[in-house]
Protein backbone atom coordinates (compact mmCIF):
# COMPACT_ATOMS: atom_id res chain seq x y z
CA UNK A 1 0.00 0.00 0.00
CA UNK A 2 1.16 3.82 0.28
CA UNK A 3 4.22 2.71 3.12
CA UNK A 4 7.14 4.44 1.37
CA UNK A 5 8.73 6.54 4.27
CA UNK A 6 9.79 10.25 3.20
CA UNK A 7 12.33 10.70 5.64
CA UNK A 8 14.98 8.75 3.08
CA UNK A 9 14.51 11.09 0.73
CA UNK A 10 16.38 13.82 2.86
CA UNK A 11 19.76 12.57 1.93
CA UNK A 12 19.40 11.99 -1.53
CA UNK A 13 17.23 15.32 -2.45
CA UNK A 14 20.40 17.02 -3.57
CA UNK A 15 21.55 14.25 -5.56
CA UNK A 16 19.07 13.21 -8.18
CA UNK A 17 19.23 9.80 -10.16
CA UNK A 18 20.54 8.97 -12.89
CA UNK A 19 17.72 6.74 -13.39
CA UNK A 20 15.55 9.55 -12.49
CA UNK A 21 14.41 12.34 -14.49
CA UNK A 22 15.52 15.73 -14.14
CA UNK A 23 13.79 18.50 -13.32
CA UNK A 24 15.16 22.10 -12.01
CA UNK A 25 13.21 23.67 -9.41
CA UNK A 26 11.26 26.74 -10.22
CA UNK A 27 9.48 27.38 -7.30
CA UNK A 28 8.00 30.33 -6.13
CA UNK A 29 7.59 29.32 -2.33
CA UNK A 30 8.95 32.34 -0.93
CA UNK A 31 6.46 34.48 -2.09
CA UNK A 32 3.35 32.07 -1.26
CA UNK A 33 0.74 33.17 1.64
CA UNK A 34 0.82 30.72 4.29
CA UNK A 35 -0.91 29.81 7.51
CA UNK A 36 -0.49 27.48 10.54
CA UNK A 37 -2.54 24.06 10.51
CA UNK A 38 -1.56 21.91 13.93
CA UNK A 39 1.18 23.43 14.12
CA UNK A 40 2.32 23.28 10.96
CA UNK A 41 2.79 26.14 8.40
CA UNK A 42 1.66 25.82 5.16
CA UNK A 43 0.95 27.85 2.05
CA UNK A 44 -2.58 29.25 2.11
CA UNK A 45 -3.51 30.49 -1.67
CA UNK A 46 -6.87 30.20 -2.81
CA UNK A 47 -6.67 27.22 -4.45
CA UNK A 48 -5.24 25.47 -1.68
CA UNK A 49 -7.67 26.74 -0.05
CA UNK A 50 -10.30 25.37 -2.12
CA UNK A 51 -9.07 22.00 -2.02
CA UNK A 52 -9.52 21.74 1.74
CA UNK A 53 -12.93 23.14 1.62
CA UNK A 54 -13.59 20.18 -1.20
CA UNK A 55 -12.31 17.35 0.55
CA UNK A 56 -14.18 18.67 3.93
CA UNK A 57 -17.39 17.52 2.40
CA UNK A 58 -16.07 13.72 2.02
CA UNK A 59 -16.24 10.89 5.07
CA UNK A 60 -14.69 12.77 7.87
CA UNK A 61 -12.03 9.58 8.46
CA UNK A 62 -10.80 10.12 4.33
CA UNK A 63 -10.70 14.13 5.20
CA UNK A 64 -8.90 12.97 8.00
CA UNK A 65 -6.49 11.12 6.27
CA UNK A 66 -6.12 13.26 3.12
CA UNK A 67 -5.22 16.10 6.00
CA UNK A 68 -2.73 14.09 7.78
CA UNK A 69 -0.98 12.99 4.74
CA UNK A 70 -0.36 16.49 3.54
CA UNK A 71 0.83 18.03 7.30
CA UNK A 72 2.99 15.05 7.99
CA UNK A 73 4.55 15.94 4.56
CA UNK A 74 5.03 19.61 4.97
CA UNK A 75 6.37 19.27 8.54
CA UNK A 76 8.80 16.84 7.36
CA UNK A 77 9.79 19.69 3.98
CA UNK A 78 9.82 22.34 6.61
CA UNK A 79 12.46 20.76 8.80
CA UNK A 80 14.96 20.23 5.76
CA UNK A 81 15.62 23.62 3.78
CA UNK A 82 17.35 21.50 0.93
CA UNK A 83 14.29 19.82 0.08
CA UNK A 84 12.10 22.78 1.06
CA UNK A 85 13.94 24.42 -1.84
CA UNK A 86 13.31 22.08 -4.31
CA UNK A 87 9.66 21.11 -4.01
CA UNK A 88 6.32 23.32 -5.41
CA UNK A 89 4.30 23.53 -2.03
CA UNK A 90 0.96 24.21 -4.24
CA UNK A 91 2.21 20.88 -6.14
CA UNK A 92 2.71 19.10 -2.94
CA UNK A 93 -0.81 20.40 -1.13
CA UNK A 94 -3.02 19.84 -4.29
CA UNK A 95 -1.16 16.10 -4.72
CA UNK A 96 -2.12 15.29 -1.27
CA UNK A 97 -4.57 17.01 -0.16
CA UNK A 98 -7.40 15.50 -3.22
CA UNK A 99 -5.03 12.49 -3.80
CA UNK A 100 -8.34 10.25 -2.56
CA UNK A 101 -11.23 11.53 -4.95
CA UNK A 102 -11.49 8.72 -6.07
CA UNK A 103 -12.40 6.82 -3.09
CA UNK A 104 -15.72 9.00 -2.95
CA UNK A 105 -18.76 6.74 -2.66
CA UNK A 106 -21.52 8.66 -2.62
CA UNK A 107 -23.86 7.59 -5.18
CA UNK A 108 -23.29 9.59 -8.57
CA UNK A 109 -20.00 11.01 -7.51
CA UNK A 110 -18.20 13.62 -9.67
CA UNK A 111 -14.87 11.56 -9.02
CA UNK A 112 -15.63 8.18 -9.63
CA UNK A 113 -16.04 6.24 -12.96
CA UNK A 114 -17.69 2.49 -13.30
CA UNK A 115 -14.23 1.59 -14.90
CA UNK A 116 -11.24 3.06 -13.85
CA UNK A 117 -8.76 2.39 -11.03
CA UNK A 118 -9.21 4.66 -8.13
CA UNK A 119 -6.28 6.41 -8.85
CA UNK A 120 -6.63 6.93 -12.28
CA UNK A 121 -10.15 8.08 -10.98
CA UNK A 122 -8.54 10.50 -8.90
CA UNK A 123 -5.86 11.87 -10.97
CA UNK A 124 -8.06 13.00 -13.34
CA UNK A 125 -10.63 14.53 -10.79
CA UNK A 126 -7.23 16.20 -9.69
CA UNK A 127 -6.87 18.07 -13.33
CA UNK A 128 -10.15 19.00 -13.75
CA UNK A 129 -10.15 20.52 -10.01
CA UNK A 130 -7.22 22.73 -11.19
CA UNK A 131 -8.11 23.59 -14.51
CA UNK A 132 -11.53 24.57 -13.68
CA UNK A 133 -10.54 26.75 -10.81
CA UNK A 134 -10.37 30.81 -11.34
CA UNK A 135 -6.11 30.51 -10.83
CA UNK A 136 -5.65 27.57 -13.20
CA UNK A 137 -4.08 30.31 -15.24
CA UNK A 138 -0.93 29.50 -13.21
CA UNK A 139 -1.02 26.06 -13.25
CA UNK A 140 0.74 25.18 -16.71
CA UNK A 141 1.25 21.83 -17.76
CA UNK A 142 3.92 20.79 -16.51
CA UNK A 143 3.08 21.13 -12.69
CA UNK A 144 -0.88 19.67 -13.63
CA UNK A 145 1.43 16.60 -14.85
CA UNK A 146 3.13 16.64 -11.41
CA UNK A 147 -0.09 16.08 -9.52
CA UNK A 148 -1.39 14.36 -11.94
CA UNK A 149 1.19 11.43 -12.01
CA UNK A 150 1.89 11.54 -8.39
CA UNK A 151 -1.87 11.00 -7.69
CA UNK A 152 -2.06 7.76 -10.28
CA UNK A 153 1.05 6.20 -8.66
CA UNK A 154 0.30 6.79 -5.70
CA UNK A 155 -0.04 3.31 -4.61
CA UNK A 156 2.52 2.08 -6.98
CA UNK A 157 5.63 3.45 -5.37
CA UNK A 158 8.14 0.84 -7.61
CA UNK A 159 7.28 3.44 -10.21
CA UNK A 160 6.88 6.22 -8.20
CA UNK A 161 10.38 6.44 -6.71
CA UNK A 162 11.78 6.99 -9.97
CA UNK A 163 9.87 10.05 -10.92
CA UNK A 164 10.43 13.91 -10.18
CA UNK A 165 11.46 15.15 -6.66
CA UNK A 166 7.61 16.76 -6.60
CA UNK A 167 5.96 13.37 -7.61
CA UNK A 168 8.16 11.45 -5.34
CA UNK A 169 7.45 13.60 -2.18
CA UNK A 170 3.91 13.84 -2.59
CA UNK A 171 4.07 9.67 -2.89
CA UNK A 172 5.73 9.69 0.24
CA UNK A 173 3.74 11.77 2.08
CA UNK A 174 0.74 10.26 1.77
CA UNK A 175 2.60 7.20 2.79
CA UNK A 176 3.55 8.78 5.99
CA UNK A 177 -0.11 7.93 7.05
CA UNK A 178 0.05 4.03 6.97
CA UNK A 179 3.56 4.43 8.86
CA UNK A 180 3.76 4.60 13.05
CA UNK A 181 6.73 7.38 14.33
CA UNK A 182 7.89 9.67 11.37
CA UNK A 183 11.26 10.75 12.75
CA UNK A 184 11.69 13.86 10.57
CA UNK A 185 9.16 15.34 12.37
CA UNK A 186 9.87 17.20 15.56
CA UNK A 187 7.26 14.46 18.09
CA UNK A 188 5.31 17.87 19.36
CA UNK A 189 4.66 18.44 15.89
CA UNK A 190 3.42 14.71 14.80
CA UNK A 191 1.10 15.02 18.16
CA UNK A 192 -0.17 17.83 17.13
CA UNK A 193 -1.32 16.86 13.64
CA UNK A 194 -2.84 13.73 15.10
CA UNK A 195 -4.64 15.64 17.81
CA UNK A 196 -6.08 17.67 15.04
CA UNK A 197 -6.87 14.70 12.90
CA UNK A 198 -6.87 11.44 14.53
CA UNK A 199 -6.52 8.40 12.76
CA UNK A 200 -10.75 7.12 13.79
CA UNK A 201 -12.26 5.16 11.42
CA UNK A 202 -8.96 5.23 8.66
CA UNK A 203 -8.81 1.30 8.88
CA UNK A 204 -12.52 0.21 8.84
CA UNK A 205 -13.01 3.04 6.32
CA UNK A 206 -9.71 1.87 3.65
CA UNK A 207 -11.29 -1.73 4.06
CA UNK A 208 -14.70 -0.69 3.12
CA UNK A 209 -13.58 1.27 0.37
CA UNK A 210 -11.75 -1.40 -1.06
CA UNK A 211 -14.21 -4.06 -0.80
CA UNK A 212 -17.07 -1.54 -2.32
CA UNK A 213 -14.78 -1.28 -5.53
CA UNK A 214 -14.30 -4.66 -5.41
CA UNK A 215 -18.28 -5.04 -5.55
CA UNK A 216 -19.04 -2.37 -7.78
CA UNK A 217 -16.58 -2.11 -10.14
CA UNK A 218 -14.18 -5.39 -10.12
CA UNK A 219 -12.67 -5.27 -13.70
CA UNK A 220 -10.59 -2.05 -12.49
CA UNK A 221 -9.67 -4.21 -9.10
CA UNK A 222 -8.28 -7.26 -10.84
CA UNK A 223 -4.27 -7.54 -11.19
CA UNK A 224 -3.97 -4.77 -8.90
CA UNK A 225 -2.89 -4.15 -5.17
CA UNK A 226 -6.78 -3.67 -4.07
CA UNK A 227 -7.54 -7.48 -5.57
CA UNK A 228 -7.00 -9.12 -2.07
CA UNK A 229 -9.78 -7.26 -0.65
CA UNK A 230 -11.98 -9.13 -3.32
CA UNK A 231 -10.38 -12.13 -2.79
CA UNK A 232 -11.11 -11.91 1.20
CA UNK A 233 -13.92 -10.41 1.65
CA UNK A 234 -16.57 -10.52 -1.82
CA UNK A 235 -18.34 -13.85 -2.53
CA UNK A 236 -17.13 -14.98 -5.93
CA UNK A 237 -14.95 -12.59 -6.79
CA UNK A 238 -12.12 -14.00 -8.58
CA UNK A 239 -9.44 -12.28 -10.61
CA UNK A 240 -8.90 -15.65 -12.75
CA UNK A 241 -9.09 -15.14 -16.55
CA UNK A 242 -8.47 -10.86 -15.88
CA UNK A 243 -4.50 -10.85 -15.21
CA UNK A 244 -1.51 -11.24 -17.23
CA UNK A 245 -0.65 -14.60 -16.28
CA UNK A 246 -3.94 -15.79 -17.30
CA UNK A 247 -3.09 -14.36 -20.69
CA UNK A 248 0.32 -16.24 -20.67
CA UNK A 249 -1.21 -19.09 -18.93
CA UNK A 250 -4.61 -19.60 -19.44
CA UNK A 251 -7.62 -20.75 -17.58
CA UNK A 252 -8.23 -24.52 -18.11
CA UNK A 253 -5.76 -25.37 -20.68
CA UNK A 254 -2.11 -27.60 -19.96
CA UNK A 255 0.79 -27.18 -21.01
CA UNK A 256 2.95 -29.73 -22.44
CA UNK A 257 6.83 -29.92 -22.87
Not at 3 to 20: G, K, N, P
Amino acid sequence: MKTASLTTLLASAVAVSAHRPILVAKTTNTTLPTTTVAGVEVVDTQIVRDARALISTMEPYLYRHQMRSWLFGVATINNNATLKALIDLEVHALGTLIHDLGWDMTPNSTWVTSDKRFEIDGAIGSRKFITSHPNADQWDLNRQQLVWDAISLHGTTSISEYKQEDVRTIVRSIGMDYEGEHPGIPADINAEILAEFPTDGFLQGTDDTFIWFCTSKPNATYDTWVQPWGEAFVPGYSAVGHRLFDRVHPPNTTTTS
